[in-house]
């Protein structure tokens, strides 16, 4: 559930929103001690019939079948830990199942959306800003999905009751410019003009006292940005 | 007859009038009728999240093994992030209930820390017992605040239509309305949960990051120069200052200036005061048809890191899109590839011009690092994969995770079906730390 999240870390290590996916490769993974299942019915089978085992066919990995694999690897030349990985599984002559998925996963993954909902928003924010200013929006809002205070995803952030003017008045509707796309890829690709704010605000028309109680890191353009 | 055809014709469109504005008002009145249906909705199902939450945080509490504990934690991560969700969809002020909002990501992520030590078979410690009876504690609270407040709900004392009207005006007015909410008390009673230090994204200590970076400070004026020395490319005329980064990991001075002569694009520029080093620079020029090859404009980025004095840089992957390729470095020492030290530098097609670089990763943690070496060998972290992958490449990395660790992995790309996928095992317990699926597009290798 929380998967979305713990992604955001990943951003030092991919910039990107960083999706781990799991393998779901129940039928291929490693035996060991405490195993259980028909997987483990054949591999004693198997090696009882080579004779390395000589215990019962009980489908529980223990101690008899720990020695017997062992014996098996190290008559196999194979690292002797008395765990089945891809090697051991290879040379016991154990059927692969985990099968892949059919079509390539990447094709069910775009990041044009939140390109675009990023650019949208900084075309109703920042309009008429220089190109920094734009990219810095972005940042701020790209800031807020990493922040515990704020939703967690990016439409989280942008369509939250009350957090921008443009939304509740359906500016963010309109088509963005090129430079508000190039400036929604920039930050998505990790410029951050604001040194990690997640507040902006413009002088000229905030009412909000309390705003300009944030720490605030530099003004450009119109906006001024600030931290918790 | 004709005198009477006026004042005819003007009562007709006025009952045309008062029956178009009573059928507006209805309209009205249902859309906000609808809405603040939808928002009681959301409010009620808020309520039964946090209720759960805290059942469930106690549940696990109470479980004999870790097995169940971890169960119990996972179901409590899941419920407070849907009460996160459901708390950021109703319109409040973000100043009202921004700590109840922290809270609960906090205690779902904390719940997660807490879930992925106990599947390691690691038993919770004295103190993190402790912060989970603190968090039940608040989360008990939470609840039995929201049962009160869902009375005013009944009763009609609340109007979530009418406080979405308010909620982007004036704070104070939100404020008076608030105080009939329990919400303020929440928010008050709030800011006295401790914080939490952990590992997990919304730990307490991630926010102190302090930059290795070292240097000597240096004046505006030095910045300038500093700017324009390692950017001459740009050739950049009447560069000058135009305010101050403050409060920030890495505090420096954000310049502008114009490239070439004449009218050129505004380039932007964010020199670092300790060491005067680029933070990060935009051009946001332009681009015209894409002239140069990948593999040269990635040739091009590495010369100007070098260039730079960033040596032991190697290109980890790429991205272009519209005209531009972001290339993105990590640092390399040892042959092993440290991920947090991260330089991005932007090329443009047409050209080969560099038009941006960001470099805060970098500077933020770079440093000489005392890398042990892995205690298990290559081929048994390769023992630890899935059979059915076709194992294409591996090396090892230092890759960052949540609380601001680095752990030495074994990287492998793997091919599975018809994707690419990054495998990292941790090259001292065999721990798979994290799986990246690789996405090819047109425009380039995304890794995500």
């Known amino acids: ?228 | 007859m004709r005198r009477y055809l006026l004042p005819g014709v003007l009562a007709i469109a006025l009952l045309a009038t008062a029956g178009w504005a009573v059928y507006q008002r209805n309209q009205s009145r249902e859309y906000h009728t609808y809405l603040d249906l939808q928002f009681q909705r959301q409010f009620y199902e808020l309520i039964g999240h946090v209720e759960n939450a805290q059942v469930d945080l106690s549940k696990a509490m109470v479980s004999g093994s870790s097995k169940d504990m971890t169960k119990y934690l996972y179901d409590t991560l899941q419920q407070a992030y849907l009460a996160q969700e459901k708390l950021t969809q109703l319109p409040f002020h973000h100043a009202t209930i921004r700590k109840t909002e922290k809270f609960l990501n906090q205690l779902g992520d904390y719940s997660t820390a807490m879930a992925n030590k106990s599947i390691e078979g690691i038993t919770l410690s004295e103190s993190e017992f402790g912060t989970l009876r603190e968090l039940q504690t608040y989360a008990n609270f939470l609840a039995r605040e929201l049962i009160e407040m869902q009375q005013q709900v009944v009763s009609g004392g609340i109007n979530f239509g009418d406080l979405r009207r308010e909620g982007n005006r004036d704070l104070e007015r939100v404020n008076e309305q608030m105080k009939n909410f329990r919400l303020i008390n929440i928010e008050e009673r709030m800011q006295e949960y401790p914080e939490l230090i952990y590992d997990g994204p919304f730990s307490e200590h991630i926010k102190d990051i302090k930059p290795r970076l070292s240097g000597k400070e240096i004046s505006s004026d030095e910045a300038i120069i500093a700017a324009k020395n390692a950017l001459k490319d740009q050739e950049l005329q009447d560069l000058r200052l135009v305010g101050k980064i403050e409060n920030t990991t890495i505090p420096g001075y954000y310049l502008r200036g114009t490239q070439g002569r004449g009218n050129g694009p505004e380039v932007s520029v964010a020199v670092s005061r300790v060491g005067g080093r680029i933070i990060w620079f935009l051009n946001p020029r332009d681009i015209k048809e894409s002239k140069l090859e990948k593999e040269e404009a990635k040739r091009i980025a590495e010369d100007f890191l070098k260039q730079k004095g960033y040596n032991d840089m190697v290109a980890t992957y790429t991205m272009a899109a519209e005209g531009q390729m972001v290339v993105n470095f990590a640092y390399k020492q040892e042959d092993i590839i440290v991920y947090s030290d991260l330089i991005k530098v932007k090329v443009a097609l047409d050209n080969g011009e560099i038009i941006g670089m960001e470099a805060e990763g970098y500077l933020t943690t770079h440093h000489k690092r005392d890398i042990k070496k892995p205690t298990i060998t290559e081929e048994a972290a390769r023992e630890k994969l899935n059979s059915a992958v076709e194992v294409e490449y591996s090396r090892l990395a230092l890759i960052p995770m949540p609380g601001n660790k680095e752990i030495l992995s074994y990287e492998f790309k793997v091919k599975f079906g018809k994707d690419h996928y990054l495998i990292y095992i941790d090259a001292e317990t065999g721990e798979q730390r994290r799986i990246l699926l690789m996405i090819q597009q047109e425009d380039g290798t995304l890794v995500i």
């Open chain 1, 1 to 228: 559930m929380k998967k979305p999240i713990c992604i955001l870390l990943s951003m030092l290590l991919t910039v990107l929103f960083v999706f781990s996916l799991y393998i779901d490769g129940t039928q291929a993974q490693t035996l060991a001690w405490g195993s259980q299942g028909d997987e483990v019915r054949l591999m004693q089978t198997k090696l009882k019939d080579w004779g390395f085992y000589d215990g019962p066919i009980s489908g529980t990995f223990g101690e008899l079948t720990f020695e017997a694999v062992k014996k098996f690897q190290r008559h196999n030349g194979l690292t002797v830990d008395g765990v089945v990985g891809p090697q051991t599984r290879a040379a016991l002559g154990l059927p692969s199942k985990s099968k892949p998925p059919a079509d390539s996963v990447s094709r069910g993954v775009s990041r044009s959306d939140d390109v675009n909902l990023l650019a949208r928003t900084i075309h109703a924010e920042a309009k008429g800003e220089p190109y920094e200013g734009m990219v810095a929006v972005g940042a701020v809002i790209l800031n807020r999905v990493k922040h515990p205070a704020f939703p967690n995803t990016i439409a989280g952030v942008v369509y939250q009751p009350c957090a921008f003017e443009p939304v509740k008045n359906g500016a963010i509707n309109q088509a963005p410019s090129d430079q508000a796309f190039k400036a929604a890829r920039d930050a998505l690709n990790g410029w951050d003009p604001t040194g990690g704010a997640i507040y902006f605000w413009n002088p000229a028309t905030a009412t909000s006292k309390w705003i300009w109680t944030r720490r605030i890191t530099l003004t450009i353009g119109r906006h001024v940005f600030a931290l918790e």
